[in-house]
């Protein structure tokens, strides 16, 4: 079994800046890209940033130059961060952590991974 646990939960002033964190835990052999999708109300859910096993990363236009994606393993952890600066109040959303992971066991496989989303109100 593989788990994906988003923090960061947050109400943040326009302007301010607000980091996420995922851990993805569980029979992980290695994890292939991690990644940030938003949805806000009434929009489709969007890619924000990826990150790949070599570390190439690809943003939303719109965040370029203002959110970071990084990942690390932390103790049995892989982990995957965004750091968000400059928020808007059109970013208020809930954002999800997602991530392709090669599963170990008797059988391994790839597949596809969600967190459960945490929520993001940039308001003043």
């Known amino acids: 079994q593989v788990q994906l646990v988003e923090s960061g939960v947050g109400l943040v002033q326009p302007g301010g800046s607000l980091r996420l964190s995922c851990a993805a835990s569980?029979?992980?052999?290695?994890?292939?890209?991690m990644g940030w999708y938003r949805q806000a109300p009434v929009k489709d859910r969007e890619l924000v940033a990826v990150?790949?096993?070599?570390?190439?990363?690809?943003?939303l236009d719109s965040v370029k130059g203002r959110f970071t994606i990084s990942r690390a393993r932390d103790n049995n952890n892989n982990m995957v961060y965004l750091q968000m600066n400059s928020l808007a109040p059109e970013e208020t959303a809930v954002y999800y952590c997602?991530?392709?992971?090669?599963?170990?066991?008797?059988?391994?496989?790839?597949?596809?991974?969600w967190g459960k989303g945490t929520q993001v109100t940039v308001s003043s």
């Open positions: 997602n991530a392709v992971i090669l599963v170990g066991g008797l059988i391994q496989y790839i597949n596809d991974y």
């Open positions: 569980g029979s992980i052999l290695s994890t292939n890209r």
């Open positions: 990150i790949t096993s070599g570390d190439s990363k690809e943003y």
